[in-house]
């Protein structure tokens, strides 16, 4: 059964690096494939396609999940820990 966490903070973070994904593969600059990859993996708790195109990651390469999501919920605890900065320096004034 697969348990979709909506949140507006992911979908706007995995929309941008879907968006930015053939704009990578297009230019030399961006590495598109990567922003593909991120913004499938992001998505996986918000569209039953998302968590698809996961499932096949997980089968090929089941191994790398598991350090992804780890990764995951640091990058989601130091984003919390700077936003909670960014309101600390405003409810100071």
Same mark, same amino acid.
């Given at each position: ?7 507006? @903070?992911?979908?706007?973070? $995995? ?8 704009? $990578?593969?297009? !230019? ?7 922003? &593909? ?5 992001? !998505? ?6 998302? %968590?698809? =195109?996961? =499932? ?6 089941? %191994?790398?999940?598991? $350090? ?10 130091? $984003? ?8 600390? &320096?405003? @409810?100071?004034?």
């Amino acid at each position: 059964m697969i348990e979709l966490r909506p949140s507006r @903070r992911r979908k706007a973070i $995995g929309i941008g690096c879907l968006c930015l994904g053939p704009v $990578g593969l297009i !230019l030399p600059i961006l590495p598109g494939f990567i922003f &593909v990859g991120l913004g499938t993996f992001i !998505l996986r708790d918000q569209y039953i396609w998302a %968590h698809r =195109g996961v =499932g096949v990651i997980d089968r090929r390469w089941p %191994h790398l999940i598991p $350090g992804i999501e780890a990764r995951e919920v640091k990058a989601m605890a130091w $984003g919390d820990r700077q936003i909670e900065r960014v309101r600390g &320096v405003f @409810r100071r004034r």
